[in-house]
């Protein structure tokens, strides 16, 4: 009787945890969060003490949950609330709200110093989040913070309160913090200070940034300055190989690299992730020089990237500010920096561009270009082309890969490299991969009926197509409008795409292996993938890059390289397809390696679709 007892008690006290915990992160739901937070403020405060009340909303956990499923998004909130309670342990009262809100009151602190070093704290947990299979870099938080005894003591009041700071952070921006002040019932706010720190370096941020330098060119009319905007380049790699702790470690070393190069009146702030802005005074072209080259080999230097093995490289765009163009306030001028830096990130290397106006007409004519090419979309002027493949093995045609044009009414046929990479970078590549999906599903609607051989169809898909969001339904949606069995297509990814932000590329193409599309990587050796990067991916078919062809064949080193990609994809079931074959030399040689796929101008040129039965039929 004592142990059913027992038992019964044992029960109902699991069941008061559980009523009392939030079933999905583990620590407090709202209702207990009140309750202790309110019994703590009534009973258990420390003498001279104060309490910081923390709101915390993420931001971007809907695109994650678009992008990567449901589950992903309650890894995150998981994996916040596990780093939350780990960090804070006892020092905090920690409990969910609701979807992407936190609260926290920070226990028994003793000045406003202490609450920024503990906020700071909980902003880069939400910051430095590391999840497999889960691309958490565009995720960031907003922190409103009310101050007990001050603005209240009790949740009721501390809660209003820390709300009005969070939507008031906001306004500044991602990863920015607030703490209430009575000003902020008004519709002119006071500006409270630590929503002009960057909560990583603790300099000024962009906002303050523009500010000071407004005021700063105002104060001195007749001085000049320059205005640089840089990044580093593939820094990402730090954070992916080493973790983001150790990514803000060297952010904050390059941070004091550059700071420590400026005097009182000139000024540095970290605009995002990993660019800066800087501010400086202009003496003459010999000082700007020295100057830059003193801080590039300085972050060139830093011991720790030695150690790392990585060698930093800077994309840095700048303008010189006088009297001729001062005049046009803090934000054009800035506009003209990006525009530098935007020209600079092209160049290989560490690179360095100043602003002048033939960068403004060359955006200019880039526009119009793209103006263009949106009306070419409307009038169906881009046509879709097709390559055969050859299978050198079964001796005959097997594939072929879709290719675009655009059939311009002045110029003519304007080849893929003229307007492909204008379309990449001003976001409506997308756009272009679906028109051509679109018209190759038509076509293959019409010749499975007439064609029960039909080849298959390798469609290429940019990096940017596939990381939108909703990216596999619109793909599902244009396909099964049309009845196309999914194993006539195939998905043609370059090979830069799996670098870049492998873990979401990754986790999009086995969604696609999952519905019955084939996946091709494009371009492979152009890049920096190893056979052993290989293993890992959802590849299918295997493009070799023809420019790594055409020198391997007079190329003993390059040759030995095909013949053991060759060897290694078969090994592990992985189809090649050898690109650029124009001559019989070069067939002859993929011949005696195992290379079962051939295309290029050898077997045929590009052709419009409707052309390519025909082309086959008579091929001898």
């Given at each position: 009787y004592a142990h059913n007892i027992t038992v019964q008690k044992n029960l109902e006290l699991k069941l008061l945890n559980q009523a009392e915990i939030d079933e999905m992160t583990g620590i407090y739901n709202k209702t207990t969060l009140k309750t202790k937070i309110n019994y703590f403020l009534k009973n258990e405060l420390i003498c001279n003490s104060i309490q910081a009340f923390c709101l915390l909303n993420l931001n971007c956990l809907k695109l994650i949950n678009d992008t990567f499923g449901h589950d992903a998004g309650d890894k995150v909130l998981k994996y916040i609330a596990g780093k939350l309670k780990k960090t804070l342990h006892s020092q905090a009262i920690i409990g969910r709200i609701c979807g992407d809100e936190f609260a926290i009151l920070i226990k028994n602190l003793k000045n406003n110093e202490s609450i920024n070093s503990k906020v700071n704290t909980v902003c880069n947990i939400c910051k430095n989040i590391n999840i497999t299979g889960v691309d958490t870099?565009?995720?960031?938080?907003?922190?409103g913070i009310a101050i007990s005894p001050t603005h209240g003591t009790s949740f009721e009041n501390l809660y209003k309160k820390a709300e009005k700071a969070l939507y008031y952070a906001k306004n500044f921006g991602r990863n920015k913090i607030s703490i209430y002040n009575s000003s902020m019932n008004n519709t002119n706010n006071n500006l409270n200070p630590m929503v002009f720190l960057d909560s990583l370096t603790g300099t000024i941020n962009f906002d303050k940034f523009r500010e000071d330098a407004s005021i700063e060119m105002e104060r001195n009319p007749n001085q000049s300055f320059v205005l640089y905007y840089a990044d580093i380049k593939q820094f990402r790699y730090i954070n992916d190989c080493y973790?983001?702790?150790t990514g803000d470690y060297i952010l904050k070393k390059i941070s004091k690299i550059i700071l420590d190069e400026l005097n009182e009146r000139e000024l540095f702030s970290?605009?995002?992730?990993?660019?800066?802005?800087?501010?400086?005074?202009?003496?003459?072209?010999?000082?700007l020089?020295?100057?830059?080259?003193?801080?590039?080999n300085n972050i060139r230097n830093i011991h720790e990237l030695q150690t790392l093995e990585y060698t930093p490289e800077v994309s840095l765009g700048y303008v010189i500010i006088n009297s001729q163009n001062k005049y046009l306030g803090i934000n054009r001028l800035i506009d003209?920096?990006?525009?530098?830096?935007?020209?600079?990130?092209?160049?290989?290397?560490?690179?360095?561009?100043?602003?002048?106006?033939?960068?403004?007409e060359k955006e200019r004519t880039k526009y119009k270009v793209i103006r263009e090419i949106k009306d070419a979309i409307v009038k169906k002027e881009i046509c879709t082309f097709v390559q055969p493949q050859y299978d050198v093995i079964k001796q005959k045609f097997t594939g072929m890969e879709a290719l675009v044009r655009w059939h311009h009414p002045e110029k003519g046929l304007i080849p893929p490299n003229d307007f492909i990479p204008i379309c990449e970078e001003h976001g409506i590549i997308s756009e272009i991969d679906f028109y051509v999906l679109e018209q190759i599903c038509v076509y293959l609607q019409e010749k499975i009926i007439t064609n029960p051989n039909i080849l298959t169809v390798a469609i290429n898909q940019s990096r940017k197509t596939i990381h939108k969001p909703n990216y596999i339904n619109r793909v599902l949606e244009t396909v099964d409008k049309y009845k196309i069995p999914h194993h006539l297509i195939e998905f043609e990814v370059t090979e830069s795409a799996y670098i870049t932000n492998n873990a979401k590329t990754v986790f999009i193409l086995n969604q696609l292996k999952d519905h019955g599309f084939s996946i091709s990587m494009d371009d492979f050796g152009s890049g920096y993938s190893s056979l052993n990067f290989l293993k890992d991916m959802p590849v299918d078919v295997l493009k070799i890059d023809r420019l790594f062809l055409k020198a391997g064949i007079n190329d003993f080193k390059l040759r030995a390289i095909?013949?053991?990609?060759?060897t290694m994809a078969h090994e592990i079931d992985i189809t090649l397809v050898c690109e650029g074959v124009e001559t019989e030399e070069q067939l002859k040689f993929?011949?005696?390696?195992?290379?079962?796929?051939?295309?290029?101008?050898?077997f045929a040129k590009p052709m419009p679709v409707a052309d390519v039965e025909h082309f086959i039929k008579t091929f001898k």
């Open positions: 870099s565009e995720l960031s938080c907003n922190i973790g983001y702790e970290r605009i995002v992730s990993n660019t800066f802005i800087v501010l400086t005074i202009h003496l003459n072209k010999n000082n020089d020295n100057r830059l080259s003193q801080v590039l003209q920096a990006m525009l530098a830096h935007k020209n600079a990130k092209k160049i290989e290397g560490t690179s360095v561009i100043q602003y002048s106006e033939l960068l403004e095909i013949k053991s990609i060759v993929l011949e005696e390696i195992g290379c079962e796929v051939a295309q290029g101008y050898y």
